[in-house]
């Protein structure tokens, strides 16, 4: 410190009380001002809770990096044209009260998938889709999933779900079942349906009865 100076001229200080003013700027926009605006915010009638399945589906998507590829945040019209993509309408908050951590994403490589479930509720499709994506769409550029699988000779087990592949990716002789995880994807992926209404309806104008009438 150097001598001589006042309290208020001392540059440690300024430099302290400058990034504590930063910080506690940074903190109350980042921060508070969100908690404030999300705090009531209730889960709407339409959003179910996910099933401990459809739970463990998350983990998985989580587990292989489907959020670096899929975004689950449809944007209004507004601002892209989200809604005639087919990816349903824009998102609000109450639409991820179950979700955490949220799994909005920050890269659209693939399609956003917040209302797969309703686009795509086969999961069938889903599954041959995570084994081969280029079985269903020619040049996909998605990775497929084979460690979700097991692929063997001869017949399944009882009780085991069989990947129904298209006919030009089926091996004779060959047969691909669904391993646990990936019937967890799948749940999770078909249970992925936002599209009812995001606000609750207005209420309903009453009529004026016949009294009130002129
Ligand atoms: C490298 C980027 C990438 C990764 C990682 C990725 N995807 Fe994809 N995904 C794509 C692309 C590109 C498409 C569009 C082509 C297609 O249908 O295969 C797609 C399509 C899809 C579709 C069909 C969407 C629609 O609207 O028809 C689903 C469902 C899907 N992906 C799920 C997943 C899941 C689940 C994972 C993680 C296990 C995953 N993706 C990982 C790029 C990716």
């Given amino acids: 410190m150097s001598a001589g100076k006042s309290?208020?001229?001392?540059?440690?200080?300024?430099?302290?009380?400058?990034?504590?003013?930063?910080?506690?700027?940074?903190?109350?926009?980042?921060?508070?001002?969100?908690?404030?605006?999300?705090e009531n915010v209730k889960p709407p009638a339409g959003l179910k809770p996910y099933t401990?399945?459809?739970?463990?589906?998350?983990?998985?998507?989580?587990?292989n990096g489907c959020v670096y590829c899929h975004s689950q945040q449809p944007r209004d019209i507004k601002q892209a044209p989200d809604a005639k993509r087919g990816w349903g309408r824009a998102s609000v908050a109450g639409d991820y009260a179950y979700d955490t951590p949220h799994?909005?994403?920050?890269?659209?490589?693939?399609?956003?998938?917040?209302?797969?479930?309703a686009r795509q509720p086969s999961k069938d499709w889903h599954l041959g889709h995570?084994?081969?994506?280029?079985?269903?769409?020619?040049?996909?550029?998605?990775?497929?999933?084979?460690?979700l699988f097991e692929v063997r000779q001869g017949a399944a087990k009882a009780g085991e779900?069989?990947?129904?592949?298209?006919?030009?990716?089926?091996?004779?002789?060959?047969?691909?079942?669904?391993?646990?995880?990936?019937?967890?994807?799948?749940?999770?992926?078909?249970?992925l349906d936002r599209t009812y209404p995001a606000?609750?309806?207005?209420?309903?104008?009453?009529?004026?009865?016949?009294k009130e009438k002129p």
Avoid at 8 to 36: F, H
Avoid at 107 to 113: C, E, F, N, V, W
């Fill in 130 to 147: 995570l084994y081969q994506p280029r079985a269903y769409t020619p040049g996909s550029i998605m990775p497929s999933y084979p460690f």
């Fill in 199 to 210: 606000l609750p309806p207005l209420p309903v104008a009453v009529a004026p009865s016949a």
């Fill in 103 to 117: 799994l909005l994403g920050t890269m659209r490589t693939g399609p956003d998938l917040l209302n797969i479930g």
């Fill in 7 to 38: 309290f208020w001229e001392m540059d440690e200080l300024r430099l302290i009380v400058g990034a504590m003013v930063i910080l506690g700027g940074a903190t109350g926009i980042l921060v508070v001002l969100p908690y404030l605006l999300l």
């Fill in 161 to 191: 779900t069989v990947v129904n592949l298209p006919p030009s990716f089926a091996k004779a002789g060959q047969v691909v079942v669904a391993k646990p995880e990936a019937l967890a994807l799948v749940d999770y992926l078909v249970s």
């Fill in 52 to 63: 401990d399945q459809q739970w463990l589906g998350r983990q998985t998507y989580i587990a």
